[in-house]
């Protein structure tokens, strides 16, 4: 049976493809009945009552939860205290103060030895190539963990310190980061497509003494000397005054295990406080420089676990894919924790959907009859370009919920993902987070929310957002503005690594006793939620978040580059790309050869999804007479817009007729 499509009394009739911004009603599909029937949510009514009660009573709600799992001392202090008010001290964030828990032994140990799940699978590993498979169950991975532990255990790695992980989707990474947990050391996992120079801004950000890495793996048809890279990351350390103390490599081409020889296959988890840090992830912020996002234990755990198990309604028998990597968030949260936390057995994949052919994801999921599968956007729409058919070539049978994350979703991929790929009978989750959230914040729930295509809809439970006008007002009904969020969830961030200055800044300075996203957002006549996009000066290109002050400082790196200015651009596959105006220091040409520079200069400094789509030539910026770049105005050149509102302030006007006229050809 299909989803049930509902239609409200002014809904236009256009199979919902109305945009988050629109006027009028967009149409909205039910659960379908044999999935609300099992859910562990069944309905709208009961969704209210869980999240009126985890607003109202966070500490029942969450205590409830909290004794699934295994704590080495329990809660002694407040088991929750917060300052969201700058103006009134310190931003402090404190679940279960005084408990004591490792996450490893609650994903690995408790499923083995209390939940008996010891011979149930646990990664269903899918290579790049179709015929590399292997698997790996609980209790497989509970010994290779504790093999691992042991040897970073001999390399004098204990809790606190900091371990630079480097790799590609392989079981190795997983092993890696688990073994730091069990540890009690800091992961920070950074994405295997970043370059050498992110690899070295990273471990040095995080001050971290030891690196895991790969000798090579592939992607698609193409060679990723890993090893190479992390040479040249090490060496770029060692020149700034950072030595590492090892550097740890997985021979992943041979297939050959992480060093593990003969280490001991048992390893005691190291029990550690509830406000501990867990690990360490990188986000782009509005200043060049990365920062560090610190999570807790206690608090993570509780909050990945409990939105893997409701948002994708996990049951044991089935079988989820998250295609995310585990270098970014998602990965860290719903290929890893969340999942193990639950005892569910995942796929993890290496490649990439378009190789040997663009329905490599579908015959993945016929192969591992995969029931729940969570993608981004971005590869949904670069799937829809090739047409149904190698989709609907596949059964797709086992499908029953689908879910989509990294930006908000277009209605016509939506309304294609619902049709195409869920064959209209499954349940499409679009969730709204962050790095600094942890999980999901604004979701559906598969057999309780009616879904509108593009609409992330409501809040998870213990969440409560509030929208702002510029002067900090709560609009109630609908309304249009600032996201917020008015008190804190256990997967809340808790602090910059190293900058709690930067961290209040950033999030709670704007507007006092509020989490500030980052993001604007439109609740319509009905409550849903629309992200509206970024309110700052991020790009989201396909899914990940690239700041524009980054990509301006490698390309004014460039001897030829005198100033830039980059912006955001609409891109069909990518969401956002890349447009950047240079202008050029006296006696450089503009020229093919100079811009392919600028490319290969942006790739080395930050990575491939940096790289621009457009470079446009720009003798003159449009500034302020007070010398401020308008990038309001560049992205309206940049989209050849000609309604430019107010330039009353431009210092010359003539720049902006010249950049017009000399815009690149864009594709939208």
Known sequence: MGLQEERSRSSSGNGGREEAGAGGRARSWSPPPEVSRSAHVPSLQRYRELHRRSVEEPREFWGDIAKEFYWKTPCSGPFLQYNFDVTKGKIFIEWMKGATTNICYNVLDRNVHERKLGDKVAFYWEGNEPGETTQITYRELLVQVCQFSNVLRKQGIRKGDRVAIYMPMILELVVAMLACARLGALHSIVFAGFSAESLCERILDSSCSLLITTDAFYRGEKLVNLKELADEALEKCREKGFPLRCCIVAKHLGRAELGLGDSPSQSPPVKRPCPDVKGKLKEKSKRVQPQGVVHTVGGY??????????????????????????????????????PLANGASSVLFEGIPTYPDVSRLWSIVDKYKVTKFYTA???????????????????????????????????????????????????????????????????????????????????????????????????EGEAEGYLVFKQPWPGIMRTVYGNHERFETTYFKKFPGYYVTGDGCRRDQDGYYWITGRIDDMLNVSGHLLSTAEVESALVEHEAVAEAAVVGHPHPVKGECLYCFVTLCDGHTFNPTLMEELKKQIREKIGPIATPDYIQNAPGLPKTRSGKIMRRVLRKIAQNDHDLGDTSTVADPSVISHLFSHRCLTLQ
């Open 301 to 338: 755990m509780l909050y990945v676990a409990t939105t893997f198990k409701y948002v994708f309604d996990f049951h044991a028998e089935d079988v989820f894919w998250c295609t995310a990597d585990i270098g970014w968030i998602t990965g860290h949260s719903y290929v890893t924790y969340g």
């Open 377 to 475: 956007p971005t590869a949904i729409r670069l799937l829809m370009k090739f047409g149904d058919e190698p989709v609907t070539k596949h059964s797709r049978a086992s499908l029953q919920v689908l879910g989509t994350v990294g930006e908000p979703i277009n209605p016509e991929a939506w309304l294609w993902y619902h049709r195409v790929v869920g064959a209209q009978r499954c349940p499409i989750v679009d969730t709204f987070w962050q790095t600094e959230t942890g999980g999901h914040m604004l979701t559906p729930l598969p057999g309780a929310t009616p879904m509108k295509p593009g609409s992330a809809t409501f809040p998870f439970f213990g969440v409560a957002p509030a929208i702002l006008n510029e002067f900090g007002e709560e609009l």
